[in-house]
């Protein structure tokens, strides 16, 4: 299954050069996990860590949840995979988990994220609060956080993808 990454514009405006890099690094952590079976894409980097592609991809759909509905719009969304008791849950897989439910998941999370943020300014206040401050935080910063977040762990993924099957690059 081959993955294609849309490139983003060079001299859009803002909001559509914030939106055209997170799309990318979505993009890119999908890219990533393209062509893997459940196994693989389950498979821990280097015990005893538990970091794998598909857990990547749950802590994905979590912090989409957290800032788009939870954070921006003020939803009462509870996280899907962690929990005060067990803070990494998303990357701590059972046998029920799967690939097709950790993708859909993910989907739907980046789905409401674009919903939401098409009800918002760049410089719109959120009505939510983060659990790390107090502070009114603005779409802008959300969209650059989320940036930030995905190409961090799109480095990780790329430890994990090559350490799988040799694939590198991009």
């Known amino acids: 299954m081959t993955i294609k990454r849309t490139e983003p514009a060079t001299n859009a405006d803002e909001r559509s050069m914030l939106e055209g890099f997170l799309d990318h690094h979505r993009q890119t952590l999908e890219m990533k996990c393209a062509g893997l079976d459940d196994a693989q894409l389950r498979t821990a980097s280097v015990p005893p860590s538990v970091l794998s592609l598909m857990g990547l991809v749950r802590h994905m759909a979590d912090v989409e949840r957290s800032w788009f509905r939870r954070v921006l719009a003020d939803e009462d969304a509870a996280p899907l995979h962690y929990s005060d008791e ?45 659990r790390f401050t107090e502070e009114p935080i603005t ?19 790329d430890l994990l993808r090559e350490r799988l099957d040799g694939a590198t690059g991009e």
């Open 139 to 157: 779409l802008r910063w959300i969209y650059t956080h989320m940036i930030e977040e995905y190409t961090r762990h799109n480095g990780h993924a």
């Open 86 to 130: 067990d803070r990494d849950g998303e990357f701590h897989l059972t046998d029920a988990d799967t690939w097709e439910d950790a993708y859909a998941t993910w989907q739907a999370e980046i789905a409401a994220a674009r919903s939401n943020s098409a009800r918002f300014a760049l410089d719109d206040v959120t009505k939510g609060r983060s």
